[in-house]
């Protein structure tokens, strides 16, 4: 079952809402340095009013959905920048607050215009996995070490969670999960802490197939349909060429709704130090590519790391069979 605002947003984007773009890419875009073990969150001590400004921009390129700044965001890695424990939590409560913030100022913006072209829309906190945490690596191999337990996972998470979801977001987004016992620990903990904001779990993959780790979507997603607290299941940070079949594989594996946001299909060219440009797909563009996505069953498109305002205003635009609007131009 979807809780009632998920399924009104959906209903009110016309079947697929749109969620926005690469967050940490567009900060950077704006002059933001996230060359740090914090990477886009180092902005929630350093710049949060570019944070603001990201989400506006999302907002008006049409986005039904934004994510909060927290994906790197963890307590330990704010203790060990010498922030205090208390600090910390504030910090991550900043994260939602500047994204409803941006969401209420933006919706009060538009109520004021005669044609209403957006939705007022939903705001979700972002939680990446322990890898992305851990900045070694392993948040694209899933391999997290001989160590870890569901227990360690779940205590890693629990602290973030309860106060991100206190916060007051609508949706809380779990992002790139690359394994299949960092799925178990989350669906535990929901349970556990019996969080009421309803959630989404969205996997990477590098290969189309499996998740990061070599495990398969089937095994997760079974995982993830025994908890009413997860509301939508997907994936995020993989290669756009790979999503139109991970739909149709996650469809025969689920009835939640199913969201994707891939990356911008640009390959980083280490040698060169550029990012090469997208040519990997039948000159398909993103939202060529978004129309089939919704066409497989997605319920919620957006883009990932790499792609910009511009690339969700195309995707707003051809699913929702109209532009959305700068405020300026209406
Ligand atoms: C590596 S996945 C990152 C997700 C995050 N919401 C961002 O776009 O910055």
């Given at each position: 079952m979807m809780a009632g605002a998920v399924v009104e947003i959906?209903?009110?984007?016309?079947?697929?809402?749109?969620?926005?773009?690469?967050?940490?890419?567009?900060?950077?875009?704006?002059?933001?340095?996230?060359?740090?073990?914090?990477?886009?969150?180092?902005?929630?001590?350093?710049?949060?009013?570019?944070?603001?400004?990201?989400?506006?921009?999302?907002?008006?390129?049409?986005?039904?959905?934004?994510?909060?700044?927290?994906?790197?965001?963890?307590?330990?890695?704010?203790?060990?920048?010498?922030?205090?424990?208390?600090?910390?939590?504030?910090?991550?409560?900043?994260?939602?607050?500047?994204?409803?913030?941006?969401?209420?100022?933006?919706?009060?913006?538009t109520l004021r215009k005669s044609k209403p072209v957006y939705n007022r829309a939903l705001v979700a906190a972002s939680i990446g996995s322990y890898g992305a945490y851990l900045a070694d690596g392993s948040e694209y191999s899933g391999s997290y070490g001989e160590d870890i337990t569901i227990e360690k996972l779940k205590d890693f998470h629990r602290r973030r969670l309860q106060v991100l979801a206190s916060a007051g977001p609508d949706l809380i987004a779990f992002e790139a999960i690359p394994n299949k016992m960092e799925a178990q620990a989350l669906v535990e903990l929901l349970e556990e802490e019996d969080i009421q904001v309803p959630s989404w779990i969205c996997f990477s993959s590098v290969d189309g197939k499996n998740l990061c780790s070599g495990e398969s979507f089937a095994d997760c997603l079974q995982i993830l349909n025994a908890s009413d607290k997860v509301a939508i299941v997907g994936v995020n940070c993989t290669p756009p060429q790979f999503i139109e079949s991970i739909i149709r594989e996650l469809k025969k594996q689920t009835k939640k709704a199913i969201a994707v946001y891939p990356n911008s299909g640009e390959v980083w060219d280490g040698r060169a130090k550029r990012w090469l440009p997208v040519q990997c797909f039948g000159h398909k563009s993103f939202d060529v590519l978004a129309k089939r996505w919704q066409e497989a069953g997605a319920s919620f498109i957006g883009g990932c790391c790499r792609t910009t305002p511009s690339t969700i205003r195309a995707v707003s635009k051809i699913l929702k069979g109209k532009m959305a609007y700068s405020a300026t131009q209406i």
């Open positions: 959906v209903r009110s984007a016309g079947g697929c809402a749109v969620i926005d773009g690469g967050f940490a890419t567009q900060l950077e875009a704006l002059g933001a340095d996230i060359n740090d073990p914090l990477w886009s969150a180092a902005c929630l001590i350093t710049k949060p009013h570019l944070i603001k400004e990201v989400h506006m921009q999302y907002l008006e390129a049409g986005a039904d959905v934004i994510i909060s700044s927290s994906y790197q965001a963890t307590i330990p890695g704010f203790l060990a920048r010498g922030i205090l424990l208390e600090d910390a939590e504030g910090l991550l409560r900043t994260s939602v607050e500047l994204a409803l913030e941006a969401r209420d100022e933006f919706w009060k913006s």
